[in-house]
């Protein structure tokens, strides 16, 4: 317990699912969390809020703050950080986990959704790295993690699910690829100033409120999918030590780091399918 210790962490598209499990996890470590949504309140018919994310956290001993930010907007966008700083000071850590899906086959993609797609999975994480940038110098160190996916590498037939669905997700996992192309370049850069940027994409479909469907899949076939701990352990693995221009990918990463699963509050190791929970990292 404990390795983020006087940290601060900014998390995006946390009030709920991937993010707020990080961020839960990152303030069971010691770090200050400002966890980011694009608004208060309920969001169609999924379970949590921002509200509730921020009052879990705090109840459980953390710290942690809300900032409402609809990153589609350039104008609202353009201050996030800073605006972000108020809370706890200077951001450490930077998790860019907020991104659009706009599925359809890839000829039948529009422009504007392309555009959306870009703009919110690739620009965004992009501008508000470069927003960070000032005060991770000043401190002489800091990480950028950018929350990818699989669909980034195109399926091998014969498809894993069907067809369609195989198809229907190029464009979401291209701009998911530029993504992954431009952190590397940006950590190579930036690797001088100990500042380590790198992206973690899930091995399979995480457990989210989101994703309930998979669920009974899942009992069948535990590979199918994986808990939201364990993208929520290797982001903290990926934002506790200096690793250079990863592309990784949640699973492999932990069992390469031989690291355990652990539960959010970092008191129990959960394992998964294929990690003993008697395996400790």
Not at 25 to 41: I, K, P, T
Not at 58 to 67: L, T
Not at 264 to 271: A, E, R
């Amino acid at each position: 317990m404990g390795q983020l210790k006087g940290k601060t962490a900014l998390i995006t598209g946390a009030s709920r699912g991937i993010g707020r499990a990080i961020a839960t996890r990152f303030a069971a470590e010691g770090a200050a969390v400002v966890l980011v949504a694009s608004r208060m309140g309920a969001h169609g018919n999924l379970p949590g809020t921002l509200e509730e994310a921020v009052a879990e956290i705090n109840a459980a001993g953390g710290r942690a703050a809300a900032e409402v930010c609809n990153l589609v907007d350039i104008a609202e966008r353009a201050d996030l950080v800073q605006r972000c700083t108020a809370h706890f000071g200077p951001i450490d850590i930077l998790v860019n986990n907020a991104a659009m899906q706009r599925a359809n086959l890839p000829s039948l993609v529009t422009t504007e959704h392309r555009n959306q797609m870009f703009d919110l999975n690739v620009n965004v994480p992009m501008e508000l790295a470069a927003q960070a940038l000032p005060g991770m110098r000043r401190r002489g160190a800091g990480w950028i993690l950018s929350i990818s996916s699989a669909t980034a590498l195109q399926p091998v037939a014969p498809y894993r699910y069907t067809r369609e669905s195989a198809l229907m997700i190029a464009a979401y996992g291209a701009s998911k690829a530029a993504l992954n192309r431009y952190s590397e370049g940006l950590a190579h850069e930036l690797a001088p100033e100990q500042i380590y940027v790198n992206t973690l994409a899930p091995e399979s479909i995480v457990l989210t409120p989101g994703a309930e469907y998979v669920r009974d899949i899942a009992r069948r076939f535990p590979d199918w999918a994986e808990p939201v701990e364990m993208m929520a352990e290797a982001a903290l693995s990926l934002c506790s030590a200096p690793h250079l221009a990863q592309v990784a990918y949640s699973r492999q990463w932990l069992h390469g780091q031989g690291r355990s699963v652990r539960s959010l509050d970092g008191k129990t190791v959960l394992g998964d399918a294929f990690l003993p929970a008697n395996i400790d990292g």
